[in-house]
Each structure stands twice: as C-alpha cells, then as structure tokens.
C-alpha cells in the first residue's frame, strides 16, 4: 500500500462515513496521487483552482466526484459548469448569477453551497449571516433556477483556540438547522454542511459537519511554489 492510501486508509478509519462525507483535497498534487487514492476506491477529490481542476478532470478517471472548494472567479465557471459535481464556495450573488447563467446554457442544474463568512479574518469571503438569510427568505434563490443549493460552507479563524473554532462553526450549524426549518421551499433541500478542514475537522464534525475538507492530512503538506 502506497504512504496516500495508508493514510486515507487510517483517515476513514476515524470517522463515520455514513453520517461524515470526506472530501480529499488535492491541490497542488500531482495526478499520480490522486490516481492512487482511486486505485484503493477513492472517488471525491476536491480542488480550488479552476485551470487545474479542468486539467484534473480530462487526465483522470471520469467517474472522479470532483469539488471545487476555493473561491471562484466568474469567468472561470464555463470551465466546469458541466462537470463539477459542487461548488462549496457561492459566496457573492455575481458568482451565483453567473453560475446560474452557464447552467442555463448547458441545461444543467449546478450543485452548490452557499458560502458563510464565519471567521474573523476579511480575507476569508463569503454571505454574512443576515445576508444569506435574506437571500433565501425573500424568494430570491428561486431566481436562479439552475443552480441546486445543498446547503452551506463555512471556514473557520485561523486559530489555536479551539473554544472559537467551536463557537464558529456552532453558529453555523445553528443557521442551517434554523433555514432547513424556516425555508418551506428550499430548506429541505439544504442538508449539506461544509466545514472542517486537517486542523479543525474534529471540531467540526462534533458540531455538526456532514461535509469534511482534508487536505495534507490525507495528501501530506503542500509546497508551493
Ligand atoms: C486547501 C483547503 C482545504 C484543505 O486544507 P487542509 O488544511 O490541507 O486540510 C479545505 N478547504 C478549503 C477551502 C481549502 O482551500
């Protein structure tokens, strides 16, 4: 067994795989890896920059679930509009605009997340609260016919206190749980909550996560270059 299939291996040892999905993040790893992992039965990999994910996606096999998890420049959603399996990162109404629109052409409903900013730093993007919210109450998510929203995503502080990683992601839970129950027409449909990455997935999946984003835990650490 290969050192990414013994990790993955040990990873998915230690969570609940019915109630926790993973998603492998392979950034910036070659497509040798990502092969492995499918080679031991691995099928979702999850990506952030549109020009690699598309090269991912032609050099790999197409049964891959592939996730686009970083934020996403509107001129770039063409580029897997018909493939990606669902975008974590719907953090501004431009992008969910346009998302619609390539949807639209492609007569494809596109699966996404809406993206909450739940950490204090303001590099991290995404709805506020009462802005997602009001998105949702006003009826106004249904002016986008082609995109599926599935619920939420969140990033926590950067941090080494784990009280406020926990209270962040707390928050957002508490949100979802309050839209799926407010929202008659969407809110059943809003059961994916993305939050977790290698450094705070425990502290995610007690507070509720469904959806984790790994990365070098699974992948070892990336080097950029
Ligand atoms: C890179 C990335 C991850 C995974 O990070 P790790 O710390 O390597 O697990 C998760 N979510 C997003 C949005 C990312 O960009």
């Not at 990606?84 to 605009?97: E, N, Q």
């Not at 809110?187 to 502290?203: A, F, K, N």
Request: without cysteine; charged residues 25%; neutral net charge.
């Amino acid at each position: 067994m290969s050192q990414v299939q013994e990790r993955l291996r040990s990873f998915l040892q230690n969570i609940d795989s019915q109630k926790v999905k993973l998603v492998a993040v392979s950034k910036t790893k070659p497509n040798e890896l990502i092969q492995e992992a499918y080679d031991s039965g691995w099928k979702r990999f999850g990506e952030n920059k549109v020009q690699e994910l598309a090269e991912k996606y032609e050099a790999l096999p197409k049964d891959i679930e592939w996730h686009l998890i970083g934020s996403l420049q509107t001129n770039k959603v063409k580029y897997i509009a018909p493939f990606v399996a669902l975008i974590h990162s719907l953090d501004r109404l431009k992008l969910i605009k346009e998302v619609n629109k390539q949807g639209e052409k492609i007569q494809r409903k596109i699966p996404g997340l809406i993206q909450i900013h739940i950490a204090e730093e303001a590099t991290k993007s995404g709805f506020s609260f009462e802005e997602a919210e009001a998105f949702l109450s006003s009826g106004e998510a249904s002016n986008y016919p082609f995109v599926s929203f599935k619920g939420f995503m969140g990033m926590a502080t950067n941090t080494n206190d784990p009280t406020q990683i926990k209270e962040e992601f707390k928050a957002l839970k508490s949100f979802q749980e309050k839209m799926q129950t407010d929202q008659a027409v969407l809110g059943p449909d809003l059961d994916i909550l993305s939050m977790g990455m290698s450094g705070d997935y425990q502290i995610a999946i007690e507070e509720g996560s469904n959806m984790i984003r790994v990365g070098s835990a699974i992948f070892g650490p990336r080097q950029y270059h």
